[in-house]
C-alpha cells in the first residue's frame, strides 16, 4: 500500500514512512538521554573543578541562548542541506563535542562549547519534530506525537539513571553519552529517502509564527516554564514544606512519571476532539490544579499522586500543540512553525525555574504555586482571545 506524502514530495511506501519516523525517534531520544546526562554530569564536574555555584548557573543558562540563537536558522539550513542530512550532521556534531566538555578543563572555553553543543543538539530537536509531524498520518497525529513525546520524556529519565548507575565524574560517561548520540546520527541517514522535502512554503521569518498559531507556540513557552520550573525546584518546595530531602526529591519522580504515562492519552484525544479546545482545558486544569497544589500539601501521600495528575494533564500542552501545528502547516511552514515552538518552549525553560526560584525565595511556599498559576493564566488570556477572533486558530 502506498500513501502520498502530506509535503507534496515522492509516494512513500508505509515501510518508507515507519523508517523515516523510526530514524527521527532514535535521534529525538538519543537528544533526551544527551539532555538528562549532561545537565548534572556538567554541574557536578564543574563542582568538582572549583566554580562557584552563581557561574555554574550562569554557564548552564548558555543552553538556553544556544536554543533560542539557532532555531532561526533551521528551516534555511534544512532547505540546503535536507533535513535527514542535517539531522545527521548535527547529531554527530553533539556527539563529538561532548567527550571535550571532560577533557577541556579552562572553564571559559566551555561557553564556546555550550553553544556549540545545546545548539547542535536544539536543531535535531527541531528537525526532528519537525520530520515526525511531517510523516504523520492526520487521522492518527495525536498518537504519534504521543508516543515521540513518551519516548523523548523516557530518554530524559534515562541520562540520569545512566549516571547514578555509574556514579563517577571520570570519563566513563561521556564515553557512553558520545557513544549514544554517534548510534543515534547514524538512522537519519539511512532513512534519508523518507525524510520531508521544503520546497512548499512560504520564505517568511519564523517568528510570524508567534502570531499566526499563537495557541501552538505559547503552549510550547508554558509547559517549558512549567516543566522546567517544578523539575528544578519542587524538592525545594518539598523542604520548605516539611517534608524529609528523599520525599522532597520524589515530588519531581511524581511529577515526571505523569507526563510520561499521560502522553499518549493525550494523543488520542488530540484525534478525536478539537485540540484549540483541547489545549484550553489542559491550561485550565493547569490554573486551578496549581491554586490547589497547597491543599494537598499537608502530606506526602496526597501531593505525590496530585502532582504525578497534575504533571500527566499540563503535560498536553506539548503534545496537542505540536500536533495542532502538524494539522495546520506543510513543508517550510511547518518546519518553520516547529523551529518557533521549539524557540519558545526554551525561552519558557530560561524564565521557569527564574521566576519560581524569586516566588520561594519570598519564604511563603504557597508563592510558587501562585507563580504556576499565573503562567496558565497567561495562556488562557491568549487562548480566550484567540478564539474569538474569526480566524483563530
Not at 78 to 107: C, H, K, P, Y
Request: aromatic fraction near 12%; charge should be positive; proline fraction near 5%.
Amino acid at each position: 500500500m502506498r500513501e502520498a506524502s502530506p509535503l507534496h514530495g515522492p509516494v512513500l511506501t508505509n515501510g518508507a514512512r515507519v523508517r523515516g519516523l523510526a530514524a527521527a525517534i532514535s535521534s529525538i531520544t538519543a537528544v533526551g538521554v544527551a539532555l538528562g546526562l549532561s545537565l548534572p554530569l556538567l554541574a557536578l564536574l564543574l563542582e568538582q573543578r572549583g566554580i562557584t555555584s552563581a557561574w555554574i548557573g550562569i554557564n548552564s543558562a548558555v543552553a538556553g541562548i544556544a536554543a533560542i540563537g539557532v532555531t532561526p536558522f533551521v528551516t534555511a539550513l534544512a532547505r540546503r542541506f535536507g533535513t535527514a542530512q542535517l539531522t545527521f550532521a548535527m547529531t554527530f556534531i553533539a556527539a563529538v563535542t561532548f567527550s571535550f566538555f571532560f577533557l577541556i578543563e579552562n572553564f571559559w572555553l566551555w561557553f564556546p562549547l555550550r553553544l556549540v553543543f545545546h545548539g547542535s543538539l536544539a536543531m535535531v530537536f527541531v528537525l526532528s519534530e519537525f520530520w515526525i509531524n511531517s510523516l504523520a498520518p492526520e487521522s492518527r497525529r495525536g498518537l504519534i506525537m504521543g508516543i515521540y513525546a513518551t519516548i523523548l520524556s523516557l530518554g530524559f529519565v534515562a541520562g540520569p539513571l545512566i549516571f547514578a548507575a555509574f556514579n563517577t565524574l571520570s570519563f566513563m560517561p561521556f564515553a557512553i553519552g558520545t557513544g549514544i548520540l554517534l548510534l543515534a546520527s547514524f538512522p537519519a541517514l539511512l532513512a534519508r529517502k523518507s525524510s520531508p522535502r521544503l520546497e512548499s512554503g512560504s520564505n517568511g521569518p519564523f517568528i510570524r509564527f508567534l502570531l499566526i498559531a499563537p495557541m501552538a507556540t505559547m503552549a510550547g513557552f508554558v509547559f517549558g516554564a512549567v516543566e522546567s520550573g517544578a523539575m528544578t525546584l519542587l524538592p525545594l518546595y518539598g523542604l520548605k514544606i516539611g517534608l524529609e530531602q528523599t520525599k522532597a526529591a520524589l515530588l519531581v519522580s511524581a511529577f515526571v512519571g505523569g507526563n510520561v504515562m499521560m502522553q499518549i492519552p493525550m494523543g488520542l484525544l488530540a484525534d478525536r476532539y478539537e485540540r484549540r479546545q483541547l489545549l484550553t482545558l489542559c491550561a485550565a486544569v493547569g490554573f486551578f490544579g496549581a491554586l490547589l497544589i497547597p491543599v494537598f500539601s499537608g502530606t506526602f501521600t496526597l501531593l505525590a499522586p496530585y502532582l504525578f495528575l497534575w504533571g500527566g494533564v499540563i503535560a498536553g500542552l506539548y503534545t496537542i500543540g505540536l500536533t495542532h501545528l502538524g494539522s495546520r502547516f506543510t513543508g517550510a511552514d511547518l518546519a518553520s512553525a516547529n523551529a518557533a515552538f521549539v524557540m519558545m518552549y526554551a525561552t519558557g525553560m530560561l524564565t521557569g525555574p527564574a521566576s519560581l526560584g524569586v516566588a520561594l525565595d519570598t519564604d511563603v511556599p504557597s508563592a510558587m504555586a501562585w507563580t504556576l498559576a499565573g503562567y496558565f493564566a497567561l495562556y488562557l488570556f491568549i487562548a480566550f482571545w484567540r478564539m474569538r477572533t474569526p480566524e483563530g486558530r
